[in-house]
């Protein structure tokens, strides 16, 4: 007898209903109303054979008795949904089963079990993460699934603990680099082919149009801010298009790369193992310290080139408390170091356990959650006295160790660019700017360094300011100058004042430089990383508004192969933090752009010591030719043990050099 259409239709909507009542019951702990909900669910869809119907409500019930600490029947009931997902051809619900089966197993201390049941999860994982084009939505993706690593790690180490000798901490290792970054990485392998040749015509043309609609948005922001007539609601406005816009924008890439014959070929990377790492990244004076923050117990890897010495560490919880304090002390330029220096040694003595066993100089940090926005480098090596780390290790930040590696791998065969060094400075924000009237407006000639640095040197960020306020930072014209002076002429390039314009920024010529240094307002928006950015000049040399605003978007599109990229803007090392992505953000438009490596700061730096810092990195590294690590350690140093008020943290711990180090 065959069942009404509708009638089908009813039964599965009343045993959604009748299962998603017992879901409420559930969260209220009344397990036993919860049960009796389900189990009528599951009557009703097995009577009807609702196939699938019924596989989503075995997995509910198996939720309850997991709550119930009865593992066993949850297992039972995980096993009996496992199977109808399978045929079903539901690959993502069977990863989350099979997920679930490795977490109870590992609540009945059956740790080889669950080893397999995670690893055939995150196969599924990686297979599916791999069927999706757009970065955007593996990245999503993969943020949502990072649970099923973390139990990967934790088991991984669990059996390390019981079999010290059978490798289980190398394979945690690997499933840690498995589970972070991969979209960069991929975007890094894309960066190196020409992924537009062979698309069709008529989608390049329109995502051209899209990139000229969306400068059109900005340049109306620029007008409505320079005039100052406008309204709450066209400013919304403008927003609710630009994102709309940045949407079509992504959807329309998503097009070009399924069209692209180049991106089919495209082979991705595998993340580096153990052995990969130590062969192919570290030497005597290198050591790897990468961390996975879980919610039960947090894990540090230790590497070197011929040892991996692993640590437990407390939860994330912990650790992101402590992080968050050290952070808002560090960041804070009227904190003493007897505030700094308690909540420096509880962090220190909770993610470096093993500091006094590190003899090596270098060490090459590969954070995990909050862990990103934390200057390593300021850390109290002392519990006693304040003494940065720095004055003991060179301090490297990766997003994880696999993505040096591409970048070393392409950057083999690249020609260097012919000239030394472009600095992007002193750009024009408002038509009430002096220099319309030809005055040059010099920073005032005061000593440097007295308890009145905050309060006369402006900070280089437009994270909480309006465009319309946006001012002139006078260091900016003197960091460039005096490092400019540090070459000859015809070695490098100076854009300042309104030729400092987006114009130039994009323009071809730029990418004949080895180094290039922009010294201006920085944009951080958390929200949507897409929109962050770098202010140039928002108004042309007749006082009529433009675009200055280089967005990360802008910056993908971008032709800079140079050696290094040095920004020396307000938080342009900061970004969204997603979860097995690390932070997105400027450094990664660079790097995709072609820069191996980057300076980038983690807050709103100050404008004056930012321009002595600066100066001391460049004469370290121009002048006595030190690496660009060496060099921002050698010139942090410097401020370091300069007069009182510049030894503070938050004058020069902001900057972090990210990527290559050698």
Known sequence: ???????????????????????????????????????????????????????????????????????????????????????????????????????????????????????????????????????????????????????????????????????????????????????????????????????????????????????????????????????????????????????????????????????????????????????????????????????????????????????????????????????????DSSATFDEILPTSTQLTQLILPNLDKISQKRLLIVPDGQLHYLPFSALSINSADYQPLLTKHQVIHLPSASTVAINRNQLTQRATAPNTLAIIADPVFSPDDKRFNGETNPPPNENRGTQDIAQRSLERSTATAEIEKLSRLFYTRTEADTILQLLPDKSSLGIFDFEANLNQVKAPDLSNYQIIHFATHGILNREYPELSGLVVSLVDSQGNPQNGFLRLNDIFNLNLPAELVVLSACQTGSGKNVKGEGIVGLTRGFMYAGAPRIIASLWNVNDESTAELMSQFYQKYLQENLPPAEALRQAQLAMWQSNVDWRKPYYWAAFTLQGEWR
């Open 1 to 331: 007898m065959s069942i009404n259409p509708s009638y089908r239709d009813d039964i599965i909507f009343k045993s959604a209903i009748l299962s998603s009542i017992g879901e409420v019951y559930r969260t209220l702990k009344n397990y036993k109303k919860s049960l009796n909900y389900h189990n009528q669910a599951l009557a009703l869809s097995q009577t009807e054979g609702e196939r699938i119907v019924e596989a989503f409500v075995l997995n509910n019930l198996s939720a309850v008795y997991s709550d119930l600490g009865e593992h066993e029947k949850a297992l039972d009931y995980y096993n009996k949904a496992l199977p109808i997902f399978q045929q079903g051809g539901y690959p993502n619900w069977e990863g989350d089963i099979l997920y679930k089966i490795a977490y109870t197993q590992l609540n009945q201390d059956n740790l080889i079990q669950a080893l397999t049941s995670i690893e055939a999860s995150i196969q599924i994982i990686e297979n599916l993460r791999t069927k999706v084009a757009s970065p955007e939505l593996r990245q999503t993706y993969f943020a949502t699934v990072q649970d099923y690593y973390q139990l990967y790690i934790d088991l991984l180490m669990q059996l390390h603990q019981q079999n010290p000798n059978k490798g289980y901490d190398a394979q945690a290792f690997h499933a840690s680099e498995r589970s972070r970054a991969r979209s960069l990485i991929e975007l890094l392998t894309e960066a190196n082919a020409d992924i537009r040749q062979g698309v069709n015509p008529q989608l390049l043309e329109q995502e051209r149009n899209l990139q000229a609609q969306l400068n059109t948005i900005e340049q109306r922001r620029v007008e409505l801010f320079q005039t100052g007539n406008y309204s709450q609601d066209e400013i919304n406005q403008l927003q609710q298009t630009q994102q709309k816009l940045l949407s079509e924008y992504q959807d329309l890439q998503e097009k070009i790369r399924r069209q692209s014959p180049k991106y089919a070929e495209l082979q991705y990377p595998q993340p580096l193992t153990l052995t990969q790492v130590q062969q192919q990244l570290l030497d005597k004076d290198t050591v790897l310290l990468q961390y996975a923050l879980g919610e039960e117990r947090s894990y540090l890897w230790a590497i070197t080139q011929d040892s991996i010495t692993s640590y437990q560490l407390p939860p994330r919880s912990e650790i992101e408390t402590a992080a968050q304090s050290f952070f808002r002390f560090t960041t």
